[in-house]
């Protein structure tokens, strides 16, 4: 299948969180790397974040948000 790339927005919609969320798990280093797609545009391979979300265990602690 094609590589498609999620791109912030999107992710955070899949993860169902603020875009600021999606951020703080980045510097966290709780997400995949990203991909530098141009200057100013990142997202994440699907294929990279589909992994990581069937290896994530269920319980998020969301606390330290």
Request: hydrophobic share 30%; charged share 35%.
């Amino acid at each position: 299948s094609p590589l498609k790339i999620i791109r912030p927005k999107e992710l955070s919609e899949i993860l169902s969180v603020n875009p600021v969320t999606v951020w703080r798990m980045e510097k966290r280093g709780e997400l995949p790397p990203r991909k530098k797609i141009s200057n100013r545009t990142v997202g994440w391979l699907e294929s990279d974040i589909r992994e990581w979300l069937e290896n994530r265990p269920n319980a998020v602690d969301h606390n330290n948000d």
